[in-house]
């Protein structure tokens, strides 16, 4: 079993930043795939970013990449999502999630993750 905790939403102008602070307990050391969703009202689930734990393969979507760094602190076993230049569009809930299959393909991180956190709001006003 693996435990994630989430940290570090809040309210912010567009263009400022914002870490996210994931923090993970039980088999964290299986913990090969981890990932950051997002989900803003009325819309579906949407990966933003993921960690391949093993070789430290990154994946950032497109409406993120050059804004959001996906990092991690093994020795405090936590991953952060360091959020630049936020924008009204970036307001939504933050999910931590991890997966503990084995990674493989070019798509690993399109995997069923199956351990998430409650959430952490992230509100950009405009």
């Known amino acids: 079993q693996v435990q994630l905790v989430e940290s570090g939403g809040g309210l912010v102008q567009a263009g400022g930043s914002l870490r996210l602070s994931c923090a993970t307990s039980g088999r964290a050391f299986s913990t090969y795939v981890m990932g950051w969703f997002r989900q803003a009202p009325g819309k579906g689930r949407e990966l933003v970013s993921a960690l391949e734990t093993i070789g430290g393969s990154t994946y950032y979507a497109d409406s993120v990449k050059g804004r959001f760094t996906f990092s991690r602190d093994a020795a405090k076993n936590t991953v952060f999502l360091q959020m630049n230049k936020l924008k009204f569009e970036d307001t939504a809930v933050y999910y931590c999630?991890?997966?503990?299959?084995?990674?493989?393909?070019?798509?690993?991180?399109?995997?069923?993750?199956?351990?998430w956190g409650q959430g952490t709001q992230v509100t950009v006003s405009s």
């Open positions: 999630a991890a997966n503990d299959g084995v990674p493989a393909g070019s798509r690993w991180y399109d995997v069923g993750y199956r351990y």
